[in-house]
């Protein structure tokens, strides 16, 4: 009764907020682009990965130390690229292509934005380290594209200047992939890998994203 121990209830760890970082590789696993591809290589160092995860839940599979957790998330994704490039589609075919403005002189900054819902499905494992635990967790994810913009800055006549394009840039629209965590207390590792193409099919390179973080 008011003596009895009460059962430890198992709780999970998505919620909170992460950063890292953003890349692709092609389909044989590869970070170097094909020539025809190279206006979307990467400044990694710049290509930021910011996760703010709002909200989990999980439930023990007969202990508190073992669980299925799942929760909601959104994913602000940052692709700088390391060209005096960007990129937009091509207006006869659609397909995506690389962009460089005739008005832009040097261009000193270009990326691409992406916004994302995710929601994870991991099965997490906690291991008892002193008064606290270890978590360790892998599973799958999933995302909901929200929305999606360009941006340069450049510079013409010494003049400094920027603009923006809003637009869906044929991103997948919906898409899945793995993801593995570890930490302790509040100090986490991650990282996402995904099995669905940065680009609908047919309708721009085929690159798959991963991230890795904090």
């Known amino acids: 009764n008011s ?30 682009l094909p020539p025809d591809e190279s206006y ?5 160092g710049k290509s930021w990965n910011w996760n703010l995860n709002i909200i989990d839940y999980g439930f023990g ?20 690229f390391d060209g005096q490039n960007s990129i937009r589609k091509d207006p006869d075919t659609g397909v995506i292509v690389e962009y460089v403005p005739d008005y832009a002189g040097q261009i000193t900054k270009s990326k691409m934005n ?18 606290k635990r270890i978590h360790i967790s892998g599973g799958v994810i999933g995302g909901v594209k929200l929305c999606s913009n360009t941006k340069m800055k450049y510079t013409v006549s010494g003049e400094k200047s920027k603009e923006k394009a809003k637009g869906d840039y044929n ?8 993801t593995a965590r570890i930490g302790y ?3 986490n590792f991650y990282a996402n890998y995904y099995m669905t193409s940065l680009f609908k099919e047919n309708l721009g390179p085929e690159l798959y994203p991963f991230s890795i973080g904090l």
Request: hydrophobic share 40%; aromatic share 12%.
């Open 3 to 32: 003596n009895k121990k009460k059962k430890k209830k198992f709780r999970p760890h998505f919620a909170g907020l992460e950063i890292g970082l953003n890349n692709y590789v092609t389909p044989d696993f590869s970070m170097v």
């Open 40 to 44: 979307m290589d990467l400044n990694t």
């Open 61 to 80: 599979l007969g202990t508190d130390k073992v669980g299925i957790a799942t929760g909601l998330g959104f994913e602000f994704i940052n692709y700088n």
């Open 114 to 131: 992406m916004t994302d819902l995710t929601a994870p499905l991991l099965l997490e494992f906690q291991i008892p380290a002193g008064r």
């Open 171 to 178: 991103l997948s629209p919906l898409r899945w992939g793995f």
């Open 185 to 187: 207390r509040a100090v």
